[in-house]
Structure formats: C-alpha cells, structure tokens
C-alpha cells in the first residue's frame, strides 16, 4: 500500500502542477483550430515558444511583466498572421507541413548561436533560465510565504489503515466516472446548468482526493501554490471564454468551416477570415500557455519543440476533440498518468523487490512507448475521445 | 475536402501572401540587429572527477605563442554550446557533465586579424570550419584540444570558390540520401494520402539495424546492408499488413491516419532509446580513404553511398516508368478509384509501395550513418521535415518530383552556412518551402489543380 500510496501522491502533485495547467490552455487553443475549425496545426509548440520568449526577454530586458504578456500576445498574432495568409487557402496538409515547418524555424532560431545579439536575447539552446524573468510574477504573490497543506484534515486523522484509503479510492473513481457521464449530457443538464454540476463535482472529488493524499507545497516559490492557482485560474477564464465563443454565432461558423467549406462559402461567409480568426485565437492561448509553462522553469527551445505538440494532440484527441472540458480532462490524464506508468514502472519493474527489467531511464522512454501507442490506438478505436461525440468528428483534410 | 483540390489563387491572394513575407522580413531583421552583446566569463582550471566530469582543456594558439581574447566554443552532443574567452597564456578548459562526442572550435571574428583556425591534421579529428573533433568522451578522464591557426592566405586555404564547389558534392551527397527515403515518402502519399510522419523513423530503424548487424554481429558490410534492406522492407509489409491495410478497410480518415503515423513515429523514437540507448551510434567499418579532386575532398565511402542511390534511384525510376507493376502504381496514385475499376489490385500496388519505400529508406539510413555521423535515436527527428520539405518541393505525390526536391533541399542544407551562420541551415531549408509554398504551392513538378 506504501508504495501505491507513493505513486498515487506523485500523480496527485502532477495533477495540481502547473505545467499541467499550462499544456491545459495550450490545448484549449489547439482545440479551437483543430476540434472546432479543423485546422491541422501541428505547431502549437511555436505558438508556446514564442509567446514564452516574448515574455521572457521582455522581463529580461527590464520590461515590466504586463509588457512582457502583451509583447508575447503580439508575437503570437503576429506569427498567426504570418502562418495563414499564405497557408489557409491551401489544402489542409499544407497546413500542416508548414506550421510544422515554420515551428521548427522557430525553434531552430531560438537555439541558434550564429547571431550573438540574437544569442544574447534567446540564451541558445541553454535558453533564459527561470530566475531571470520570474521575479516579477512571484512578486505579485499576496499569499506570502510558507508552506501551505491543502486539507490539513485527512486519513492520517481517521485512520491509518489500506482499508479506507481503498474505499476512498474507489469512491473518487465512481466520482470522476460520474463526471465524465455529466460531460457528456447523460443527465440532460445543459450550458450552465452542466458547468455547475462539473465544477461543484470537481470540486468535491479534489477535496476527496486531497483528503486521501495530501499536497502540501510551498506557497509562493516555484511550483508553489501562486503558480499553481493563478494557472488554474487562467484555464477556468479560457474555458469560459471558450464556451462563449463555441456557443455564438461564430462558433457554430466554425464548425460549418470545419464541416463542409464550400457549402458556408456559398452561404457568403468568409472562410477565410473565419480561419484566420480561429487560428490567431487558439493561438493566443497557446501563447498564454507557452508563458505559463515556463514560469516556473525555464525557457529552452529544445523543450518546447514538435513532441510538445504531438503530446498536445494525444491530450485532445484523448479528451475529445471539439468539446470544452476535452482539453482539460485530457491533459490531466496525459500527466496524471504517464506519471502514474513511470512511478509503475519505476516500482514493480525496475527494482529487485519485484521484477527488473529495465534501469531507471528507461522507465521514462517506457512510458512514451505507451504515450505513442495509446494515441495510434485512441485514434483508430475512439477518436472522438472520452468525452467526445463521433459524428463530430468526421473531421478530414 | 477532398484529396485533389487544391488553391484557389487571385490577385488579393498573392499580394497578401508577399506581405506576409514583408512582414516577417521586416520583423526578423531589426531583431537581429537591434540589441547589444556581451562577452563571456572565462575559467583556465578543470580537474575531472570520477564518474561526474570529464575536461577538454588546450592551448589557444602554440606555447609559444599563446593567443590572447579568442572566444573558444565547445559544442556538446545535445547541441548546446559553451563559450569560453582565452586569457593571457591562451588556455581553456572545460569542464563537462555528459559523455558522447564534443566539438572544440573558435568565433572567427575574434581570432586576430588575418589569420584562421587550422583544421586539424588527421580528417577524423575535422569539424565543420575547422574545428577539432573530441569524440567519445568519457566521465572522470581529462582531454586535450589543442588549436592553432595560420594565415588566412594560407596557399592551403579553400577559396570562397573552392568551399562552395566543396559544399555543392556535400550538398548533392545529401540530397541523394534524402532522395532515397523521400522517393518512398512520395510514393506513400502518392498511393494512399498518408503523410508519413514516421517514415523517418524508418530511416533511423535502417541505421540501427546496420549498427547491429555489421557492429555488434560482426558481419561485412555488404553482407549487414543487404540484411538491413531486407529486414526493413519486411517491417514494410508487416506495417500494411497488420496497421494500414486494416485502417484502410474500416475506411480511416487522412487526418486520423495521420495522427497515427505521428503515435507510431513517438512510440518508435522511444523504443530506440529504450533499447538502443540515446548516445550516437556510429556504424564503422574501416578507416574512410580520402581522395582529393581539385579542391574537393570526399571519401571513398561518400562517392560509394553516391553511387548506390543514383543506381537505385534509377531503378527505381525505371520500374516506374517502364514495368506494368510501375504503371499500375502511377495509375493508383492517380485515381485510385478508376485504377480499381480497370482491373488494379490496388491493395497489392500499396502494399508493394509499402515494401518498396521501407526497404529504401532503410537502405537510406544505412548509408546515412555510414557517411555523415553516425546514428541516433532522434536522427529521423531531424531528416523527417527535410523529407518533407523534399516532397512538398518537388510536387506531393510525385515520385520524380521528390528527387528534385531532395537534391534542392540537400544543396540549400549543405550552401546556405557559406552565407548564414551553421545552425541555421535547416532552418534556411524549411524556410525555402515556405516561401516556394507561397509562389507555387503544387510544388516544382506538380500539377495545379482547380478546386472543384
């Protein structure tokens, strides 16, 4: 139990972490190109970089932090508007191959170290170390300092044995089940009405989960509880702001775009702008993301290249594309559990206690083993995801 | 959409497509010029310390005459670098924390005037620009790099000339090898409009396999080449046998298979480091003999490599163009529908497809590791959107199309540092797609299509 209770702890940090949040926003964008518009952008990680760059070397340069956001916001716009121009018009694999391209360029760019002013900027593939930009941030911090328990109430106050624990366990799957069953109109909630039941059934199973195992983290340092709430935070704005946009007029434009092009041209829509509209907004949130992964760790082009993005589109499609609490439910399993295939490795099959097969390392590249071919198999037996709805997504290029 | 439309272009479009190139001109460039530098912070002293660090630490210059204030750039295998400027008495020395195989080398700007680093003696031990090779290095043991330089007009000197007709044989070698695994690439798009995205995969599985057979195993070179074609060109069959052929029945999407092709391409990239581990791996089988023509050096192994893909370049070319199986599969690829309905079993033709562009991109990853630098789990990594920029170039779906495509993308990778700082190459090469996108977006040999 020990040991399960271990890896349950580790996976339970990675659910709060703020990276998770981050990648959270950052698909939220890719499921405004990909699940709602159907546009194949396989370069969201560009979208991330170069928000997180503007940021960045804004604050490096002296810059305040609310300048830094919109410099990293209008590079990203900027870098949308590039990217569609010449590209929305064209077949969607064009699409495709060039913001992988252009994602590459991007990154290529900022490792480079031909150009020391360039270099000076960027930092070269070491990249621009986390203390030099997040100083700002955490000043902002009214939480002060200190570690924080979340729940000091929990099974260490009622009893200590597996037993519980086990039962509590089992309650927070019956939970996450329900939530899922919620999510997808199982109960006839609709629009706001679901969104309450999520949230107050989210909350309840965090505050169980808590309860079964503590997080306590510092409060203001990196992967602090600033970070981590703020981050949290931003992912409920955008949901919000997603839901509005999905339900309007413009968002079922989208779909249409996404359904049949020809027939919403002939309807005297704009398909163009539509796209274009879609590209640059998931975009921005994919710059938002992009400046939320790297607060509490550092720039470096090389962690933010095409598997980013890869890793994105398997947190989606596992999700459902095309829904609103999609993203957020995928990235969440995405990370709660490679991490949960790691720690499972790392404890049954790479020590003596019980079978060894493989050295620290590998248990990481295992679990990108199972990473890959979950998705191959997540898109051939269910594309439309946990949460998804199948004849939405006869999506094609 | 469908699979054959293709852009509508007006006037507008075009106009918005060179302004979207001005803009990004015009942002890139100021950029570039607008901030200021700094020099880097030196350290002269490193002692290695068992199973932690390693030092490679050397001489700027000769004993006797030590250089001062040269900007000494250590490369190390992740790609990253490390500066370090040289004192009075010419000396670095850095301290490293990761085994594999490191680059010394200079900022030429800052070496005195006139003057030029000297490539080392022995060809093994040269780098690009005349750096010095520090290959295999292990932890808790010391190195010596030691650099000397000579006069810029050294009667030795290439020539801007010379190095860029050096350039073009690299270049054109290059584009060869890419020329292998894209033809391949192509024929899959061309065929089944899937966009391999682990094709490249394949290629590392060609150099890993080479590695394995001819250096582990022990088996002569042509013997393990052979193998390695085989071998991949089974994983072929097997991948349409159990994976794509299926997919094709339950009538997949294109953007699904897709997504496939890039799980497949992850979970392919992770078994290699899983079972190969993620330093390089080089396939050697002899010291390389170097022949020098006029101002062009090259190794006997590189003109054989050469040799070997024109040759199945043109057989493939051949089959293409003069066999029935060729002419069957020029018809699937350019309707499908109607080759089926004349009498084509058009999953025979994609399945030899299949067959054919494994086995050649095996055999490309082979040669690969053999000639440039060995193999690594993420070298696919780094060719897939050369590949794919080669195929987009030439035309998607044209098999003769991705040859050009190759040899312009190799030639653009192996020219474009004579202008350009080296680590921009590949960028340069993804950079000209784009912008060949913007002006002719069916490729050089392609079609334009109407949208229906």
Not at chain 1, 63 to 70: D, K, N, R, S, T
Not at chain 1, 311 to 337: D, E, M, Q
Not at chain 2, 34 to 45: E, I, M, R, W
Not at chain 2, 432 to 441: A, D, N, S, T
Request: proline share 3%.
């Amino acid at each position: 139990m020990d040991d399960i209770q271990a890896i349950l702890n580790n996976m339970l940090r990675i659910a709060v972490d703020p990276t998770t949040a981050a990648v959270a926003i950052a698909v939220i964008g890719l499921n405004i190109h990909f699940g709602y518009t159907g546009l194949l952008n396989i370069g969201q990680s560009a979208f991330m970089l170069l928000g997180a760059y503007g940021m960045a070397i804004s604050v490096t340069q002296g810059w305040p932090l609310l300048v830094g956001v919109i410099v990293g916001l209008a590079v990203a716009f900027v870098y949308a508007l590039v990217l569609g121009v010449p590209t929305l018009k064209l077949r969607g694999d064009y699409l495709a191959i060039v913001t992988i391209s252009a994602a590459e360029i991007v990154r290529y760019v900022g490792r480079s170290v031909g150009y020391e002013k360039l270099f000076n900027l960027t930092g070269g593939a070491q990249g621009i170390p986390g203390s030099r930009y997040r100083g700002p941030f955490s000043n902002l911090s009214f939480f002060g300092n200190g570690n924080t328990t979340i729940l000091s109430f929990n099974y260490h106050d009622v009893s200590d044995s597996p037993v519980l624990r086990l039962l509590g366990w089992l309650v927070v799957v019956g939970l996450i089940i329900l939530m899922v069953r919620v999510g997808r109109g199982r109960f006839g909630l609709g629009g706001y009405a679901r969104i309450a039941a999520m949230i107050g059934l989210g909350l309840v199973t965090a505050m169980l989960v808590f309860f079964l195992a503590p997080v306590s983290q510092q409060n203001t340092g990196v992967n602090g509880w600033w970070f981590t709430v703020i981050t949290w935070v931003l992912v409920g704005i955008s949901l919000m702001i997603v839901l509005g946009l999905t339900t309007s007029p413009w968002g079922r434009a989208l779909k249409g775009v996404r359904e049949d092009e020809d027939a919403m041209r002939s309807l005297g829509k704009n398909v163009f702008a539509i796209k274009m509209q879609a590209l640059i907004i998931g975009g921005l949130f994919g710059a938002i993301g992009g400046m939320m992964y790297v607060l509490p760790g550092s720039v470096q082009p090389d962690a933010m290249g095409r598997n980013l993005t890869f890793f994105c589109y398997t947190a989606l499609l596992l999700g459902g594309a095309a829904t609103i609490w999609g993203p957020v439910l995928g990235s969440l399993i995405f990370f709660v559990g490679r991490i949960g295939i790691i720690g499972i490795a790392n404890t049954y099959l790479s020590s003596d206690k019980y079978i060894n097969i493989m050295n620290g390392q590998q248990t990481a590249q295992f679990a990108f083993i199972l990473v890959g071919v979950s998705l191959m198999l997540l898109v051939i037996f269910r594309p439309q995801g946990i949460l998804g709805d199948k004849r939405e997504l006869r999506f094609n290029v | 959409m469908s699979r054959t439309s293709v852009p509508e272009r007006g006037l507008f479009a075009r106009a918005a497509a060179f302004l979207g190139l001005f803009v990004l001109v015009a942002l890139v460039v100021p950029l570039l010029m607008l901030f200021s530098s700094s020099a880097a912070d030196a350290a002269t002293f490193c002692l290695p310390k068992k199973d932690e660090t390693a030092c490679i630490a050397g001489t700027m210059g000769s004993r006797a005459e030590p250089l001062e204030g040269v900007d000494v750039i250590l490369t190390k295998p992740d790609g990253s670098t490390e500066t370090q400027t040289t004192e009075k008495d010419g000396k670095f020395a850095f301290e490293v924390t990761a085994t594999g195989d490191y680059l010394v080398g200079v900022d030429q700007d800052t070496l005195p005037k006139g003057s030029e680093l000297k490539p080392p003696t022995q060809p093994s031990l040269r780098g690009p620009e005349g750096a010095l090779k520090v290959d295999n290095v292990q932890l808790g043991r010391s190195y010596a790099a030691t650099l000397t330089v000579r006069a810029a007009g050294f009667s030795d000197t290439t020539s801007k000339w010379d190095e860029f007709l050096q350039s073009s044989v690299n270049g054109l070698r290059l584009g060869l090898l890419l020329a292998l695994a894209s033809i391949g690439l192509s024929l899959i798009y061309g065929t089944t409009g899937i966009s391999n995205f682990a094709h490249a995969e394949q290629v590392t599985l060609g150099g890993m396999l080479g590695y394995g057979f001819i250096n582990v195993l022990g088996l002569p070179l042509f013997i393990g080449g052979v193998l390695v074609v085989i071998t991949c060109a089974f994983s072929g069959w097997l991948q349409d046998r159990i994976l794509w052929q299926p997919l094709r029945r339950r009538g997949l999407g294109l953007t699904q298979l897709m997504i496939v092709t890039i799980g497949l391409s992850l979970a392919m990239q992770y078994s290699y480091q899983f079972f190969v581990g993620a330093a390089t791996k080089q396939v050697v089988v002899s010291q390389a003999t170097v022949r020098t023509f006029g101002p062009i050096t090259i190794t006997d192994r590189s003109l054989a490599a050469m040799g070997i893909s024109i040759v199945c370049i043109a057989l493939v070319g051949f089959a293409l163009l003069r066999t029935r199986v060729g002419r069957a599969t020029r018809a699937v690829s350019d309707n499908p529908a109607l080759a089926q309905a004349s009498g084509i079993d058009t999953d025979k033709v994609i399945r030899l497809v299949w067959i054919a562009a494994m086995g050649l991109a095996g055999l490309a990853g082979l040669l690969y590791a053999l000639v440039v630098n060995g193999i690594k789990w993420d070298t696919g990594l780094q060719i897939l959107l050369l590949l794919f920029a080669a195929v987009t170039l030439g035309g998607l779906g044209t098999a003769f199309g991705a040859l050009v495509g190759s040899l312009v993308i190799g030639l653009v990778v192996e020219l474009s540092p004579l202008v350009i700082p080296g680590d921009f190459k590949y960028a340069a090469a993804l950079l000209i797609l784009i912008l060949l996108l913007l002006v002719r977006p069916q490729g050089l040999l392609g079609r334009a299509q109407r949208v229906g």
